[in-house]
T-cell receptor, first 112, second 114 residues
Framework: DAMVIQNPRYQVTQFGKPVTLSCSQTLNHNVMYWYQQKSSQAPKLLFHYYDKDFNNEADTPDNFQSRRPNTSFCFLDIRSPGLGDAAMYLC???????????FGPGTRLTVT | EDQVTQSPEALRLQEGESSSLNCSYT??????LFWYRQDPGKGPEFLFT???AGEEKEKERLKATLTKKESFLHITAPKPEDSATYLCAVQARAGGTSYGKLTFGQGTILTVHP
């Protein structure tokens, strides 16, 4: 089945220790998105790629960066995680920017 | 700034008791309104897209409708397996680097008791 895969499902990191979250897709979609969802809150878009074209939301902290080495994979790098970065990180894909977005299962990040 | 408000925050129903969830929105030119279902600890699951006022979509016990200011998700004869958080999101028309961005509401937590 075509799908969006996120690894790991659960990640524990220490305050200030860099961490990388991974997303892969078998849908062959052009657009990949990263959202942050804190407990009982709405998902919030961090950035997205249309093919190799990177688009950063204005309020995304500089601490968050992303890489998309090819169509199938996208990574979220958090350079120096703070306690406030503990959240569920959701990857989503869509065929084009105006089509429905399909989400992966998420990575739950804990910062100690 | 695009805004989405969902009500109620939580809804408890008995199995078979039909009801509706509301999603009110303000957006600078609506491209689409999306409904998602989210189970605890999982990513949102796509349900429907609505593009214009008057449009309706149905899937099993769910029916989504759209006006110029709000959308409703009607649940007919719900079952316990329909228990989840239902999220509404809007997407603005093309223009700028945020095209494609979904602005989500806080969600409605639906609990259906047997």
């Amino acid at each position: 089945d075509a799908m969006v895969i996120q690894n790991p499902r659960y990640q524990v990191t220490q305050f200030g220790k860099p961490v990388t979250l991974s997303c892969s897709q078998t849908l062959n979609h052009n657009v990949m998105y990263w959202y942050q969802q804190k407990s009982s809150q709405a998902p919030k878009l961090l950035f997205h790629y249309y093919d190799k074209d990177f688009n950063n939301e204005a309020d995304t902290p500089d601490n968050f960066q992303s890489r998309r080495p090819n169509t199938s994979f996208c990574f979220l790098d958090i350079r120096s995680p703070g306690l406030g970065d503990a959240a569920m990180y959701l990857c989503a894909t869509s065929r084009t920017q105006d089509r429905p977005q399909y989400f992966g299962p998420g990575t739950r990040l804990t910062v100690t | 700034e695009d805004q989405v408000t969902q009500s109620p925050e939580a809804l408890r129903l008995q199995e078979g008791e039909s009801s509706s969830l509301n999603c009110s929105y303000t957006v600078s030119g609506l491209r689409g309104l999306f409904w998602y279902r989210q189970d605890p600890g999982k990513g949102p699951e796509f349900l429907f897209t609505l593009y214009s006022a008057g449009e309706e979509k149905e899937k099993e016990r769910l029916k989504a409708t759209l006006t110029k200011k709000e959308s409703f998700l009607h649940i007919t004869a719900p079952k316990p397996e329909d228990s989840a958080t239902y999220l509404c999101a809007v997407q603005a028309r093309a223009g700028g680097t945020s095209y494609g961005k979904l602005t989500f509401g806080q969600g409605t937590i639906l609990t259906v008791h047997p």
